[in-house]
């Protein structure tokens, strides 16, 4: 038992790892790479869940995961980019500093409210709660960080990731419910994808600024 | 009687043998550097004829400096000595381990960085400055880091004192690992900032804007610039002593085990030293110095992980009891 | 009036003399005030009422005292009381220490250039309003001698009142200081209760409910913090230390200080009854801010006594984070780490008022040698003031806690508490003391960086002016002033453990338990926190380490060494430039600081002005920084205050029956107020 503890908590910590290369990364082939790594972490983690749980339909998830999001999503992200020709340094609204020291606060907030709400839950649960809580605030944070609109879609595919990982923890959640989620982002990749070619089509610039610009804000 | 006359022998023997074997750590480093490069490098043996040449030259001293300038390499030696010869190496539980807990070395560090920014001022050349400035800057950031590793250390194994930190850790279970591992990344930074190597510093450069260590002690030569490089050494053995006994203790003679276990200890000890100077050779070689104001963001990343680490701890703790 | 012995006990007899010798001291000078004899015989009035009050005050911390009476005095039925224990015989020793050491100082003023009727008379008076404080027994004796040593501590700020900074610091020092007290009153108001007993003990008795008691912790902080210097209040702190006259800077920002602390202190341990563990969570948050902030101010000043008086406001800042662990551990019932973070508080003010005022003692004779005290036009005072820079960098080393002086003990102590952290049942308290630690251990490498700095500036290098070059050793008075602040830096820092094992009955009375007792440890001056087995400190090992890993060395290369030294010019890659303008000016040693971490907290921006080539103009570098407390807390408040007056102006023109009427209907409004309230 204290074994299983021991790999899902090494795993989701190197999950939380990962969030933050995301939020200091700031070349886009590098994001890609940490994201394609925190998807196959992911993948471990609801696999390992699946194995000492026994619950076998875990590790369709898992697969899909590992599928998805550590290789169809980041390779084809990877094409886009070359094509797009985008393949330059990604700017940041906030210092990488001030975003690290956030990520932190942010990190322990999570902690500390799971961990304190859930007093009287199983150990296993609180944990991944805990964790996953903090992935996917760092995923919002780095949406928010980011302008570039292919890193924004990163951020929320890792914010993705942290809600997997949550609902892996809770007990008894359907598989349907994965495979919809799953889905959903799958679709939402491609909706980003049609507009960041939209964006590229009309400004020469994946900078989601440019858009701002046309709606006619004063910044 | 008899075990307080060992213990006092082990704690002499340590403090000789960190002084013996720095200049060879240093060697080593340089020479797996220079091989990696395809260069057949100097032999390991060759910081100590530098020693022993720069001893026996004349110094040549400014005409405006002042006593500090001259007495500064005489306590900047002593106070990283008397940190290397307290940290535990190849047996716990010396003589005077107790003396000084991490911090305390922290703060002996401390005290000999500030000595030495302070000599780089004395003269009064801008390069000296420049040093001086970084230096201190640079500490700024590393410190915040290195509190957070003691504090995981403190918080998985309930003490400062490191011969006492290294018996846990031998025997820790391995939930803590996890959030030791991401303390090990933050001091592995932090200890590569704190040596003036690559990326924040260049230890083989000279007459170049970035550098830090080598700007503070330009106007060294002779016996003092001699004491300064052995202090340097003798920084990077205690560095990497720090490193072994926190996190790879194993092999390190025990507190009550007496001198019978002290030649296995010291063997592997050796062995370590060896390997983690090897290790930073490579390391140097594989990776590119860093503009001085992007050092901010590595040793940020190295206030990350000891963070990160101490949050970890925190919820292993939290879930388990 | 429970619990009150009003037996005399002989320390507070002592301690009272020496309080009615600086009575007179100031009576005397004040009458005299022409005579530069009479002012002169101020300072060994007071080194002999010091000496007395500083005995009398460790004899009673030592016996743990409980002593004091009531005089019929002050406010009717209420009387006044006069109280001595162990707390106050505490920070009495600090304060007393202090004056002893200014008073030394004083001693070797220049009588003809230095003595003025406007100091003289004001610095016994002063020292003993301090006293005053530290010994009143109940809010009214309390209020009243804070007002005093506000009053007596503002006319020395002015004392060189032609100089319009100084009057602009003792305007804005005048105003915080009556808000100050303001919030004070109204601190000991919630504190006494509908009972409106203000006697210590009657307080004590009965404890406010936890609605006023918040009240009063804000009330309180504001006060108390306020007058020691606390972030965002801090501002008015290093305009007025450093207009004072030098020795006066190191009582205010030395001494003072502290007393502040010690109300805090009364207040908040004493008299406000069981602590709640989010008492602490303003003092962490405030104290660990303005830490790291009074340091940033201090490293980017160009001013050396404003960067000592932003140091204290630092140094304010890790009493603050003391006193908040404190709390915090004694709340949580960790009564052993609550020891270790009050010990590394109350050691920590001794510390600090030690080795503060021996930096302002340097720096004002640095100031009187060169007539300056900005950083561009001093350097290289080492060759012409010796001794003092000697002891100036015993100072610096212990305000930037660097073993084995006497900062590092506290410092010490205060880590250990941080480390214990983790044990707060409480988890924002637990998730807040990671954090908490790393920003004190941002605060001590910033103190390390500041001191490099400002001793390598000062001291170091070439002179930057021709009074720098010409700059005389200070007078013989002064130097045994410094010597005696030096050797107790040193002291301290030694003999940490001892100076633990004297303060162990307060550590009971405030934390709840003592420290481990001397003699745990493996020698009888190890300092240990918690057990022996968990943290060590053992000062006297380590330096006798030191000396003899330093005569080894200084043996062992001598030995093989050639030892010929040739002077020659610096070297400096070869091009030494003969301008001491090419030095390092405190301003670029600052930069890298600056830029990692001033665009955040001070908004920094730099602007290049350089001209094309062809065109002869200068060129021009800018740097803007904003100081985001004064522009937010001070000046905006000031303008709005400014304009309100003007609205107000109108007032004073009006006819009598118009005065009638607005007396009138304010008497109304009361009334309609009382109506229906009760």
Same mark, same amino acid.
């Not at chain 2, 820790?172 to 803590?176: E, F």
């Not at chain 3, 070439?462 to 002016?465: D, E, H, I, T, Y």
């Given at each position: 038992m204290n074994h299983a503890y021991d790999v899902s908590h090494l795993l989701a910590g190197l999950m939380i790892v990962a969030s933050f290369a995301l939020l200091y990364q700031d070349r886009i082939f590098a994001v890609l790479n940490i994201f394609a790594a925190q998807a196959i972490l992911l993948s471990m983690a609801v696999g390992w869940e699946a194995w000492t749980q026994q619950r076998p339909h875990l590790f369709i998830t898992a697969a899909l995961a590992l599928g998805l999001k550590g290789i169809i999503i980041p390779v084809a992200l990877h094409k886009m980019i070359v094509r797009l020709g985008v393949h330059r340094d990604i700017d940041q609204v906030v210092g990488v500093g001030k975003t690290l020291l956030i990520g932190l606060a942010l990190t322990s907030l999570s902690l500390m409210l799971v961990l304190k709400v859930t007093a009287t839950a199983e150990s296993f649960t609180r944990e991944g709660l805990a964790l996953a809580l903090a992935i996917i605030l760092l995923g919002f944070l780095m949406m928010i960080t980011r302008r570039n609109a292919i890193t924004q879609i990163v951020g929320f595919m890792s914010l993705e990731n942290g809600l997997i990982l949550a609902a892996t923890g809770a007990r008894g959640m359907p598989l349907v419910v994965e495979v919809s989620v799953a889905f959903s982002v799958l679709i939402a990749l491609f909706v980003f994808a049609v507009f960041v070619f939209r964006i590229r089509e009309r400004f020469d610039s994946v900078d989601i600024e440019a858009l701002e610009d046309v709606r006619g804000d004063t910044k | 009687m008899r075990d307080t006359v060992i213990l006092l022998f082990g704690q002499t023997i340590q403090m000789f043998l960190v002084l013996l074997i720095a200049p060879g750590i240093a060697g080593i480093t340089r020479r797996v550097k220079a091989r990696f490069m395809r260069r057949q490098g100097a032999p390991i043996i060759q910081p100590y004829r530098d020693l022993i040449k720069l001893v026996r030259k004349e110094s040549v001293v400014a005409q405006n400096a002042s006593w500090l300038f001259r007495s500064a390499p005489y306590a900047i030696l002593a106070f990283t000595w008397v940190a290397a010869a307290l940290v535990p190496t190849f047996a716990s539980g010396l003589m005077f381990n107790w003396a000084a807990d991490a911090l305390a070395l922290v703060a002996l560090l401390g005290a000999a960085r500030a000595l030495l920014a302070l000599a780089g001022m004395d003269v009064g050349t801008s390069f000296g400055g420049i040093g001086s400035s970084r230096e201190m800057m640079i500490a700024t950031l590393a410190e915040p880091a290195m509190l957070l590793v003691l504090l995981t250390m403190a918080l998985t194994a309930g003490t400062t004192r490191l011969p006492e930190v290294a018996e846990f850790l031998i025997s820790?279970?391995?939930?803590?690992r996890v959030s030791l591992a991401l303390a090990l990344v933050a001091l592995i930074i932090v200890a590569l900032a704190e040596n003036a190597r690559i990326p924040v510093d260049n230890p083989a450069t000279h007459l170049e804007l970035t550098m830090v260590h080598e700007a503070m002690v330009l106007e060294y030569s002779g016996r003092h610039l001699a004491m300064i490089e052995m202090a340097a050494q003798l920084k990077l053995v205690l560095y990497i002593s720090l490193i072994v006994c926190l996190f790879l203790p194993f092999g390190m003679a025990p507190a009550n085990a007496g001198p019978a276990a002290w030649p296995v200890g010291m063997a592997v000890y050796l062995v370590k030293l060896v390997l983690g100077a090897a290790l930073l050779g490579a390391w140097e070689v594989s990776i590119a110095k860093m503009r001085v104001f992007r050092v901010g963001e590595f040793l940020g990343g190295a206030f990350v992980f000891a963070f990160l680490a101490i949050l970890l701890a925190f919820v292993t703790r939290e879930v388990l009891n | 009036m429970t619990g009150v012995d009003y037996s005399t006990a002989p320390q507070l007899a002592i301690l009272l003399s020496g309080i009615l010798l600086y009575a007179v001291a100031a009576v005397f000078a004040a009458m005299f005030h022409r005579h530069k004899s009479a002012l002169a015989a101020v300072y060994p009035i007071c080194i002999i009422a010091a000496a007395v009050t500083a005995g009398a005050s460790l004899a009673a911390l030592l016996a743990d005292t409980h002593s004091g009476f009531r005089l019929p005095l002050g406010l009717p039925i209420i009387g006044l009381h006069v109280k001595l224990d162990a707390l106050s015989a505490f920070f009495s020793l600090i304060v007393n220490l202090g004056v002893l050491t200014t008073a030394i100082y004083g001693m070797g003023l220049d009588r003809d250039r230095d003595l003025s009727g406007r100091v003289e008379p004001f610095f016994p008076a002063y020292a003993l309003a301090m006293n005053l404080v530290l010994i009143a027994g109940d809010a009214f004796g309390f209020l009243f001698s804070w007002e005093l040593m506000s009053l007596t501590s503002w006319v020395l700020v002015v004392s060189h009142h032609r100089d319009a900074g100084n009057r602009h610091a003792g305007h804005v020092y005048l105003v915080m200081a009556a808000i100050g007290t303001a919030s004070l009153l109204f601190a000991f108001g919630g504190l006494a209760g509908a009972s409106g007993n203000y006697a210590f003990d009657a307080i004590r008795a009965v404890p406010p409910g936890p609605l006023v008691s918040g009240l009063v912790l804000a009330g309180a902080i504001f006060g108390a913090g306020s007058k020691a210097g606390i972030a965002p209040l801090h501002a008015w702190l290093p305009l007025a230390h450093p207009a004072a006259p030098s020795h006066v800077s190191a009582l205010m920002s030395g001494v003072m200080t502290k007393v502040a602390i010690y109300g805090l202190i009364r207040i908040v341990f004493d008299l406000l009854g069981t602590p709640v563990w989010w008492w602490a969570l303003p003092f962490l948050l405030l104290g660990a801010a303005t830490a790291v902030l009074g340091l940033l101010y201090a490293v980017l000043d160009h001013d050396l006594k404003r960067v000592l008086a932003y140091s204290t406001v630092e140094n304010i800042g890790i009493i603050f984070v003391g006193l908040g662990m404190a709390l915090a551990f004694r709340a949580s019932g960790l009564t052993a780490a609550a020891a270790v973070a009050m010990a590394a508080t109350l050691l920590h003010c001794l510390n600090h008022s030690w080795f503060k005022s021996l930096l302002f003692l340097g720096a004002g004779a640095v100031l009187h040698a060169t007539g300056r005290r900005d950083f561009d036009g001093l350097g290289g005072l080492i060759h012409r003031m010796p001794v003092t820079a000697a002891f100036w960098l015993v100072g610096a080393m212990s305000i930037s806690a660097l073993p084995p002086f006497n900062g590092f003990v506290s410092e010490w102590l205060l880590f250990q508490a941080v480390l214990a952290g983790p044990q707060f049942p409480e988890p924002i308290l637990r998730f807040m003391s990671p954090a908490v630690g790393a920003m004190l251990a941002l605060a001590a490498a910033l103190a390390a960086a500041c001191f490099v700095r400002a001793f390598g500036i000062v001291y170091l290098g $070439? /002179? $930057?002016?021709n009074e720098a070059a010409g700059a005389h050793e200070t007078a013989r008075p002064q130097q045994v002033a410094m010597a005696l602040l030096a050797g107790l830096c040193l002291l301290g820092g030694l003999f940490g453990g001892v100076m633990v094992s004297a303060i162990q009955p307060l550590l009971q009375t405030l934390a709840g338990a003592p420290l481990p007792?001397? *003699?745990? *440890? /493996?020698? /009888?001056?190890s300092l240990v926190a918690f057990d022996a087995a968990r943290s060590i400190y053992d000062a006297p090992t380590i330096t006798i380490f030191l000396l003899i890993s330093g005569t080894l060395t200084v043996m062992l290369v001598h030995r093989i060494s050639s030892r010929r030294t040739r002077l020659g010019p610096a070297w400096d890659c070869g091009f030494p430039d003969p301008s001491p303008l090419t030095q390092y000016s405190a301003s670029s040693f600052s930069q890298p600081l600056r830029r990692v971490y001033g665009s955040t907290v001070f908004g920094a921006s730099e602007t290049v002005d350089m001209p094309q080539p062809g065109d002869n103009r200068a060129a021009r570098f800018t740097v803007r920084l904003h100081d985001y407390a004064w522009e937010l807390l001070y000046a905006a408040p000031a303008r709005a205050v400014l304009k309100m007056s003007e609205r107000l102006n109108a007032l004073q023109f009006l006819t009598i029956r118009t005065y009638l009427m607005l007396m009138f209907s304010a008497l109304i409004v009361l009334l309609l107020i009382a109506a229906v309230w009760f």
């Open positions: - | 820790a279970p391995i939930t803590v | $070439r /002179p $930057r002016s007792a001397v *003699g745990t *440890g /493996p020698t /009888p001056f």
